[in-house]
């Protein structure tokens, strides 16, 4: 090795200490080749080992997830098994010892290692592991967590992020993503984990053969009609989703579907998409186009853990996609038209607070309770009572539906796409489509309009400085509308802005991502022109796009 004399000592210390403790080779010929050049003087090398020995990855949301590299701040092997000592130490504090945990995984870069990993190091511990056979869809490993009585669930997935990502996604008692104080208790755990060579791990983990098989059968019971006429155009935009969907899909008694064939089968590096998000533009080209060229009646992408649903319909302009809002409240009115009370006495259906609010007038008027809670989906399972005891249906803008609570305490792309398949065969048997029901929608409950504004940084102290800033001088008026900013909400920083005319916008910090997300909302009565309520609040949604976008950017 040369001379690391330009390098700071403690820098050098902590990455050979690093190197000495990795449990994997590869890693440490990684992170010795980086510490060489930066030994060397290459200042590129010297800035990035700097920052990947800055510190372990934060257990924010539901976890773990950044980009797969060697050293302290990165997704790897030796940062999984001091991850899962930590979470297995609090369990053991809990009493759980001999529990039931069970594993799964994507397919992305590194996942069958970091599961390897997750389970060896549980099973040391005295759990009984249970590891899905395959890589298969996040809800699938939801569903045995709950299914299982299981005290923990581990999926290792970056969900949508980039290629280069990957994560650790944990569930506890219940099956639901885990929230304070356990999240804050389990990372001081983990600061405190011996090094990664010193975890001890055991290969005496049982495979969980029947998972997929489990999570389907109650999946396929889900439509609440009869109509299965319906073509189907799907992708799984390079995730596991294609084949499960295709199973679900099948034993509903929904067999025309139509596949995106080059985005159908796993692969880590989404060679046909920027961002494997459905969200993000151009991600949903192929399958639109294919939905055009098949005439189908829907468009379903998965994101690639299928654990979100995107649903694309044909309107008066050609095909396109739904907003989450669109495909959450079109979700909410069938699960709640269709809901059998004597079942379920005292339903509960919940969004979050970036979510537009047509949800909580569809509930009033079928007269069934209506939860608002933070973003995501440890919150919604849990809305209500802090249970979820009643939750039929939940829904968050970015995406994700839980149309089955009682099964999966989380979303779920696989049973929402399956309902969605069913409400639209319902509608097409009675000479109707999903954009006729979206109007419908509109005309009784307004014209609901959301969008939505992202600051990517490099730096994340651009995104806490534009909050102070924010917090310090909040808007008196947007769009020429008086408005009213609450802070301080609970468990969570963000801003919510409040005006006439359904005006909304949340700002805050994303908690997977290097952004600022703010959502926004303008409402419009539809009487007594449908047509023009759509225009005037296209043109204020538009309006405050631009307000927004001037009121966070950077520099101001």
Request: include cysteine; hydrophobic fraction near 45%.
């Amino acid at each position: 090795m040369v001379t690391d004399q330009h390098l700071d000592q403690g820098l050098v210390d902590a990455a050979r200490n690093w190197i000495d403790d990795d449990v994997d080779p590869a890693a440490r010929a990684e992170l010795t080749e980086l510490l060489d050049a930066a030994s060397a003087g290459e200042s590129a090398a010297a800035d990035e080992l700097a920052q990947r020995m800055s510190g372990l990855p934060t257990f924010g949301t539901a976890g773990l997830r950044g980009t797969v590299r060697a050293g302290a701040n990165g997704m790897n092997r030796a940062v999984v098994v001091r991850t899962t000592a930590g979470v297995a130490r609090w369990l053991l504090d809990q009493g759980h010892r001999g529990g039931v945990v069970v594993v799964g995984r994507d397919a992305r870069h590194g996942s069958r290692e970091f599961a390897e990993d997750t389970a060896g190091v549980f099973a040391a511990a005295g759990f009984d592991v249970r590891v899905l056979p395959e890589p298969l869809p996040t809800p699938v490993l939801a569903h045995a967590a709950r299914a299982l009585d299981a005290v923990a669930g581990v999926q290792i997935t970056a969900s949508h992020n980039p290629p280069q990502d990957n994560g650790y996604k944990l569930y506890l008692a219940g099956g639901a993503q885990l929230i304070g104080p356990a999240d804050t208790e389990i990372e001081q755990r983990i600061a405190r984990s011996p090094a990664a060579s010193a975890v001890p791990r055991e290969r005496t983990w049982s495979v969980h053969e029947r998972a997929l098989a489990d999570y389907l059968a109650p999946v396929a019971a889900l439509p609440r009609g009869d109509a299965r006429t319906l073509r189907v155009a799907a992708t799984a935009l390079h995730g596991v989703g294609a084949g499960p969907l295709q199973r679900a899909l099948d034993a509903a008694g929904f067999t025309d579907v139509h596949w995106v064939a080059e985005q159908s089968a796993p692969d880590p590096d989404f060679p046909t998409v920027g961002f494997p998000n459905p969200e993000e533009p151009g991600a949903t080209d192929l399958l639109l186009a294919l939905a055009a060229e098949t005439s189908a009646d829907l468009a379903i992408a998965l994101d690639p853990d299928a654990d979100r649903c995107a649903l694309g319909i044909r309107d008066r302009d050609g095909w396109r996609m739904l907003r989450g809002d669109e495909t959450g409240v079109l979700l909410g009115e069938h699960v709640l038209s269709t809901l059998d009370r004597s079942v379920v006495p005292d339903p509960l259906v919940a969004t979050t607070i970036v979510s537009a609010t047509m949800l909580r007038s569809i509930a009033d008027r079928h007269a069934v309770r209506f939860d608002e809670t933070l973003t995501g989906f440890k919150w919604l399972v849990r809305s209500g009572d802090g249970s979820g005891t009643g939750l039929v249906y939940a829904y968050e803008e970015a995406l994700g539906h839980c149309v089955d609570p009682e099964r999966v305490r989380d979303k779920d792309g696989i049973s929402a796409a399956v309902l969605a398949c069913d409400l639209a065969a319902t509608l097409k048997e009675r000479g109707r489509g999903l954009p006729d029901l979206l109007d419908e929608l509109s005309t009784e409950h307004g014209v609901h309009r959301t969008g939505q504004v992202s600051v990517r940084v490099t730096d994340l102290g651009v995104i806490a400085e534009t909050m102070r800033r924010l917090r310090a001088d909040p808007p008196s008026a947007l769009i020429g509308t008086e408005v009213s900013v609450r802070d301080q909400l609970p468990e969570t920083d963000a801003l919510l802005i409040t005006g006439p005319g359904g005006l909304r916008l949340v700002v805050r910090p994303s908690g997977t991502e290097p952004k600022l997300k703010c959502y926004f909302q303008v409402v419009e009565a539809a009487e007594p022109d449908l047509a023009a309520a759509e225009q005037r609040a296209d043109e204020r949604l538009a309006l405050l796009h631009a307000a927004v976008s001037v009121l966070v950017r950077p520099d101001v």
